[in-house]
């Protein structure tokens, strides 16, 4: 079992309100009817072992959630960078706007969100109420 609590009723979105992706994703899954926890990484800070968790869950390392080209990220620390898991977390706290796209969480599926769309992939349509002759 994992640190981040999840349940099938609810999409945890991990995201970064500051950019076009990251709103429009809300946006989305918002208009869908899906229930979402918002977690925008500008106002609420994820612990370390939440960040490892999310990783892991989608699939990638701690770097990989990093765009190591955004200016955020090449102002501070440069061009061509290598990463290691200690410093990727050291940068998601100290600029979260170099988070590379929203994440999404619902129950035991995540998805990286690369448009707005992909959030559709975990709202689960709801037929209560619907009369299927």
């Known amino acids: 079992m994992g640190i981040i609590a999840t349940n099938e009723n609810q999409i945890k979105f991990i995201f970064d309100s500051s950019t076009k992706l990251g709103r429009e994703c809300q946006a989305y899954a918002a208009s ?79 998805i990286v969100a690369h448009s707005f769309s992909d959030v559709l992939k975990l709202v689960k349509p709801d037929s209560s109420g619907i009369d299927i002759p």
């Open 32 to 110: 869908a009817g899906a229930k979402i926890l918002a977690i925008d990484i500008n106002k609420t800070k994820i612990a370390d072992t939440e960040w490892a968790e999310i990783a892991e869950r989608v699939g990638k390392t701690l770097p990989e959630l990093i765009a190591t080209d955004h200016p955020a990220f090449t102002n501070t620390y440069g061009t061509n960078v290598e990463l290691d898991e200690n410093d990727a977390l050291k940068v998601l706290n100290k600029h979260p706007e170099a988070f590379v796209y929203p994440i999404a969480i619902r129950g035991n599926e995540a």
